[in-house]
């Protein structure tokens, strides 16, 4: 793995969101809130727990103590999630252009008590994989919820972001 390859996957990852916000910003308050019954919820609470998950595994990569977990109630609309969301996704790009390639292969010792009974290792770009596909699950949450809302959503395909951007070999 090296840094071109885990840009791109990050380029992917934050302009697939750009896509949710554009057709998030224009659900009302209360839409943006209002909950279903499956997974996280709401817009808002997949967003928000998407913005912890980036912002725990950076401040792992960097081997900075881990950030407080954001509460979805403290966020009552969507500019509040949003102006947090650009902080966030600005700092993991950064991290992402200024990892070295050799840095990449450096195990970082992850301690999740309620998945693995002991720290388990993983390599930064396993970690930056796992943060872009993660992205890519609730995503697709995401878009349910929204098109349950009656507002529109789209294709998040990979390979089609890729081609469309010029990105395919």
């Known amino acids: 793995m090296d840094t071109s390859t885990i840009g791109r996957l990050l380029h992917y990852h934050y302009r697939m969101f750009d896509q949710v916000w554009e057709y998030a910003l224009p659900l009302t308050a209360d839409q943006f809130v209002a909950e279903s019954d499956y997974s996280l919820r709401s817009v808002r609470n997949h967003l928000v727990h998407c913005m912890n998950v980036d912002a725990r595994w950076l401040a792992r ?6 950030p407080a977990r954001l509460n979805p109630l403290d966020y009552h609309d969507q500019n509040a999630v949003r102006l947090k969301w650009e902080i966030i996704r600005e700092r993991v790009l950064q991290y992402a252009r200024d990892v070295p390639d050799v840095a990449l292969n450096e195990p970082i ?12 290792p993983f390599r930064r770009w396993e970690i930056l994989l796992h943060l872009a ?3 890519t699950d609730h995503r697709a949450q995401i878009l349910a919820r929204l098109h349950e809302l009656g507002a529109k959503t789209f294709e998040q395909d990979l390979i089609l972001h890729w081609w469309t951007n010029g990105e395919s070999a």
């Open 133 to 135: 596909n993660h992205g």
């Open 61 to 66: 990569l960097m081997r900075e103590a881990l």
């Open 109 to 120: 010792w992850v301690d999740l008590p309620s998945r693995f009974p002991e720290p388990r």
